[in-house]
């Protein structure tokens, strides 16, 4: 699981405790964000580099890789560097969940990274990214504003790179009332993938629905291994 721009792994405890199939979960702690004491990084290749990385280890075939929001942008550039490299061939996963992700090329992020505090502090609010609590308190906000005006610029790295077509199982859920995703954004996605994207469309939810419509979110996990399971 790739959190969410300014997230880490315990970002997804709501998700996995409401997880009701037999799954392994590991979650991404991305450098300089929540415990992490390293500073955050701010190109992609580097932090897809360290992904794959820790992922060498622990990745089995027919895994499934869930990124929400920036996460799945992540994710998504994750299995493309994994498709290129003879040591992931035998364990590819074999699902990508973009959850509340929107394609690189159209993300309109340009300059984020570099807004005023105000104004960026503004902007996460306005689309639930950050809690009001926490940009209310001066020393949150010393900690945690580094992290996203670095993912800002991953993202900006994201956003330059053309898209190159995966032969995976593609899935997009969308929340009916987030406009980070608007309609369209399953068609923007197609350049980036051989077959069909599944659309999911969560019609009540706006962008942050991973904190907490986990039940919905939990049969479409469990649709996916179900299928897996069967074509074993």
Known sequence: MFPFLGGFGASFNGLVRGLGGDWDVW???????GPSTEPPYRYLAALVERYLTALRDVLRPD????GH???????????????ARPSFARR????????????PERLEIGGRAQLPEDELLAHLLAFGAIPAEVAGDRSLIELFLPAFRA?????????RLPPAKLD???HLVLGGRDPQTPEGSAAEWQAYFT???RTHVLGDQEHMFVLH?????DRILNDLERVAAWQR
Do not use: C, I, W
């Open 27 to 33: 979650t991404v702690n991305p450098p300089g964000h």
């Open 195 to 197: 077959e069909p994207v």
């Open 92 to 103: 590819l996963p074999a699902d990508l969940v973009l959850s509340a992700a929107r394609a």
């Open 168 to 170: 995976v199982r593609a």
């Open 69 to 83: 929001s920036m996460g799945g942008v992540v994710a998504y550039h994750v299995l493309q560097a994994m498709a």
């Open 213 to 217: 419509d986990t039940e919905r979110l």
């Open 151 to 159: 993912d800002y610029q991953v993202l900006e790295d994201a956003k």
């Open 63 to 66: 895994a499934v890789l869930f």
